[in-house]
């Protein structure tokens, strides 16, 4: 490899944020070095280690004789019956949320669960027998969605870069809507369609350039990154324009998705305004009325006592306002509305429970900070690793009137970003054996776990008025041995 000789200045990199202002550099989603250590700090121990923060844990968790038991199911005993980690989900919980979710919103309106969150069939009946609608944004789950039976018409597809047989096989199946995120992809679309003779019904899917507040990477509406057609460049006029120019494809609707873990409703306000705007922009080119406004998901769930989520009704009343006031402003029919929360439905409502293995003190800065190992980590949490999420967690398997210890709970892959709870206080007479339990991980943990290690990927159990049952069986290292080749 030739060396190339380094320009005089600054690397391109420390060029585009010396131009920043802090509050830029916030809006654009990335985090000065002084707000990360910030929030890096430890909070203070809890007042009971043995509570349960209600609005963190699933809605049947309780403690029986001190031990964690989640619909009506003792941790030990799932621990026993399924092994460790399982993640452990109360579908009281889900299908209460779901619930939450439809009764928030108009009858006319529509609630899709995001199934990117969390998909297997089991939880898809759940969403549907709610009465919502299902999202997919690859071939793996809209098979998943048929399979378990959903009828097609209730399917949206999205997805940045969808194959042209994930497009046809939407075609084929009849989804409800396929949201458009490309240029070729509108081309694509309508070429199939000709030749298939079905008129999909299409989404066209705007990049706001509203700031989610979120971290860079589940950030989705500012203009520099992959998804959707811009509303500032005129990309998503365009698209607009080229959709109604064929008659292969049927505009159904604009679509918008600012992020994910949003808890400031006023990034939704402002994503809502700007479609709005857009809606009044088309019907004055074009003369013709958006008749269905899906403003996405992103609605943020409690991990920590310092996370305040906005509830689905308050949700749903500030979106439905802005969305009636600014129809009425511009003399537009106000469309139906439609919204796609994944992790406010799934998220809170499971558990991950660890058992506690190696447990190591160790000094820093000045103090002392005990490494608890547990026996899974970042293949079945990568969240901590890739967005510093934050977590909570507690002793599940009894009580404990022991001091609080300042903790890391780790995981067992060989990397030292291993790590599930970045700060977690503990009882200081944990031990080996204990079951441990981590909140709210039933959104992109299960759903992005890997085999990092040659790690068999964990099971998911369901459990409801005193019974468990599996939805995804434990994968075991025959499982992995089954696919080598060699
Ligand atoms: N609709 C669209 C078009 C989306 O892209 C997403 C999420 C959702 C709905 C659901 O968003 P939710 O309500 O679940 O926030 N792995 C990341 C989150 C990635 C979200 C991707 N898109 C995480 O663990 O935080």
Redesign the pocket.
């Known amino acids: 490899m030739t060396s190339v000789a380094r320009p005089a200045g600054p690397p391109p990199d420390d060029a585009f944020r010396a131009g920043q202002r802090p509050d830029d550099a916030i809006a654009s989603g990335q985090r000065p070095d002084d707000a990360f250590r910030a929030g890096d700090h430890p909070p203070a121990p809890p007042s009971d280690l043995n509570a349960l923060d209600q609005p963190i844990w699933p809605r049947t968790a309780r403690r029986r004789d001190g031990v964690l038991t989640i619909g009506g199911i003792d941790v030990r005993d799932l621990a026993g019956e399924f092994g460790t980690p399982l993640f452990a989900c109360d579908e009281a919980d889900f299908r209460g949320r779901c619930r939450d979710f439809r009764n928030a919103f108009g009858d006319d309106d529509m609630v899709?669960y995001?199934a990117?969150?969390f998909c297997c069939r089991e939880v898809l009946r759940w969403a549907a027998q709610e009465g919502l609608g299902v999202?997919v944004?690859t071939d793996g789950e809209l098979e998943t969605a048929l399979s378990a039976g959903l009828p097609a018409q209730i399917i949206t597809l999205?997805g940045n870069n969808k194959t042209v047989g994930e497009l046809a096989r939407a075609l084929d199946a009849g989804v409800r809507h396929i949201?458009l995120d490309s240029f070729e992809e509108i081309a694509r679309l309508a070429y199939l369609a000709e030749r298939g003779g079905a008129r999909p019904k299409v989404l066209v899917?705007v990049t706001t350039g509203v700031d989610a507040g979120?971290?860079e990477?589940?950030a989705?509406a500012h203009d520099d990154q992959k998804?959707g057609f811009s509303l500032a460049s005129g990309a998503a006029a365009e698209a607009v324009r080229r959709v109604l120019g064929s008659p292969d494809l049927e505009l159904a609707g604009l679509?918008s998705?600012i992020?994910?873990?949003?808890t400031d409703a006023a990034r939704f306000e402002s994503a809502a305004r700007r479609m709005v705007g857009l809606a009044a922009a088309i019907r004055d080119e074009h003369g013709v009325q958006i008749a269905e406004l899906d403003l996405?998901?992103?609605?943020?769930i409690a991990y920590t006592p310092q996370d305040h989520p906005v509830e689905p009704a308050a949700m749903a009343r500030i979106l439905t306002e802005t969305v009636d006031a600014g129809c009425r402003a511009a003399g537009l029919r106000r469309p139906r509305l439609t919204v796609?929360?994944?992790?406010?439905?799934?998220?809170p409502g499971t558990v991950t429970l660890y058992e506690v293995g190696t447990i190591k003190d160790v000094p820093f800065d000045g103090g002392l900070r005990t490494y608890v190992s547990v026996d899974g980590g970042m293949s079945d949490n990568?969240?901590t690793a890739?967005?510093d999420?934050r977590y909570t967690c507690v002793l599940a398997s009894r009580e404990s009137a022991a001091q609080p210890a300042l903790s890391r709970v780790v995981g067992m892959h060989c990397e030292s970003g291993d790590i599930v709870v970045r700060h977690a206080y503990l009882p200081a007479d944990l031990a080996p054996g204990d079951l441990l339990a981590v909140a709210a991980t039933g959104?992109?943990?299960r759903?992005?776990a890997s085999n990092y290690n040659h790690v068999p990927r964990p099971a998911v159990a369901a459990v409801r008025d005193g019974a468990a049952r599996v939805l995804v069986r434990r994968e075991t290292i025959e499982d992995l041995l089954r696919l080598d080749a060699g």
């Open positions: 899709c995001a990117k969150a999202d944004c999205h949201v899917r979120a971290h990477y589940i989705t998804f679509h998705h992020g994910s873990q949003i996405g998901g992103g609605f943020g796609e929360p994944g992790r406010a439905i799934a998220g990568i969240r890739l967005y999420a959104a992109y943990c759903s992005a």
